[in-house]
């Protein structure tokens, strides 16, 4: 034990604590990707509540979020075509369009989505959860015990519990970041050829000079970054606080830690596209 703190103690207390905190979010990260990786995991009964939490992280959010996704992308492509065309620039409109909205903005917005609508309230609900189970676990209730409950053995929670959800969360940030990718490539091509075959070659060509290997590894690298950040932080923070903790805190340490990491994955990001 002395061993496994020594390299913290260095640090000052507050410091120490943020540091052993993203350790434990980490290593909670890499259970739950362990667990998605486990053929295991896709058999019964682990398979059922995680089929579960992902109807409850995609089906209410996906048609909302595509249809806003659609509009914003729809005002963002007009702006810039005829914005394009008043300066004599139209060649180079396409090509701004994919790299900001399907580079930037759309990965960006389904993690913002899913954290404040999935993830969070997951959170939260998993607080609630820990601090119930913890009070009948005081006064001696034996459904505290039962393999559903928070107080089962580490592996049930972690299976039961925690690993449905960040896998959930996750991948509806994956999908709502293809589907509404897929939309604001339809609608630039739309806007930018109209309703012809002729263009097609022309544009995936130009999809295809823009998503260049280096690019295009940054891109999945980013994507996969902010679907892990949105759906392990929060509940991680969820799993790290004391059990009779407050859900409200407990999603609003969750909110600090991951807009640090949303900041440092989008800057990180910029860096791998744009530097040299």
Same mark, same amino acid.
């Given at each position: 034990?002395?061993?496994?703190?020594?390299? #913290?103690?260095?640090?000052?207390?507050?410091?120490?604590?943020?540091?052993?905190?993203?350790?434990?979010?980490?290593?909670?990260?890499?259970? !739950?990707?362990?667990?998605?990786?486990?053929?295991?995991?896709?058999?019964?009964? #682990?398979?059922?509540?995680?089929?579960?939490?992902?109807?409850?992280?995609?089906?209410?959010?996906?048609? #909302?979020?595509?249809?806003?996704?659609?509009?914003?992308?729809?005002?963002?492509?007009?702006?810039?075509?005829?914005?394009?065309?008043?300066?004599?620039?139209?060649?180079?409109?396409?090509?701004?369009?994919?790299?900001?909205?399907?580079?930037?903005?759309?990965?960006?917005?389904?993690?913002?989505?899913?954290?404040?609508?999935?993830?969070?309230?997951?959170?939260?609900?998993?607080?609630?959860?820990?601090?119930?189970?913890?009070?009948?676990?005081?006064?001696?209730?034996?459904?505290?015990?039962?393999?559903?409950? #928070?107080?089962?053995?580490?592996?049930?929670?972690?299976?039961?519990?925690?690993?449905?959800?960040?896998?959930?969360?996750?991948?509806?940030?994956?999908?709502?970041?293809?589907?509404?990718?897929?939309?604001?490539?339809?609608?630039?091509?739309?806007?930018?050829?109209?309703?012809?075959?002729?263009?097609?070659?022309?544009?995936?060509?130009?999809?295809?000079?823009?998503?260049?290997?280096?690019?295009?590894?940054?891109?999945?690298?980013?994507?996969? !970054?902010?679907?892990?950040?949105?759906?392990?932080?929060?509940?991680?923070?969820?799993?790290?606080?004391? !059990?009779?903790? !407050?859900?409200?805190?407990?999603?609003?340490?969750?909110?600090?830690?991951?807009?640090?990491?949303?900041?440092?994955?989008?800057?990180?990001?910029?860096?791998?596209?744009?530097?040299?």
């Amino acid at each position: 034990m002395l061993a496994a703190s020594a390299p #913290w103690s260095v640090l000052p207390a507050a410091l120490r604590r943020q540091a052993l905190a993203g350790w434990r979010t980490l290593r909670l990260g890499a259970l !739950a990707l362990a667990l998605a990786l486990s053929p295991s995991t896709y058999r019964s009964p #682990w398979r059922q509540p995680l089929a579960a939490q992902l109807v409850r992280a995609v089906l209410p959010l996906l048609p #909302w979020f595509a249809l806003l996704a659609a509009i914003a992308s729809l005002v963002v492509i007009r702006i810039v075509l005829v914005t394009a065309q008043s300066y004599g620039l139209s060649q180079y409109a396409l090509g701004m369009l994919v790299r900001v909205l399907v580079l930037e903005l759309i990965p960006l917005s389904a993690a913002l989505a899913v954290a404040l609508r999935v993830t969070m309230p997951m959170a939260a609900e998993l607080a609630a959860a820990r601090a119930a189970a913890s009070r009948a676990r005081r006064a001696g209730d034996a459904r505290a015990a039962s393999p559903t409950a #928070w107080t089962a053995t580490p592996l049930q929670a972690l299976r039961l519990q925690f690993a449905p959800r960040v896998l959930a969360g996750a991948f509806a940030v994956l999908l709502l970041a293809l589907v509404s990718s897929l939309l604001a490539l339809l609608l630039a091509y739309l806007l930018a050829h109209g309703f012809t075959p002729y263009a097609f070659a022309r544009f995936t060509r130009l999809v295809g000079q823009i998503f260049d290997p280096v690019v295009s590894l940054v891109f999945v690298l980013k994507t996969g !970054a902010l679907a892990l950040a949105v759906s392990v932080v929060p509940l991680a923070a969820a799993v790290q606080g004391r !059990a009779g903790a !407050a859900a409200d805190a407990v999603v609003e340490r969750g909110a600090v830690r991951l807009f640090v990491l949303v900041l440092a994955i989008e800057i990180l990001a910029l860096m791998g596209n744009y530097l040299p």
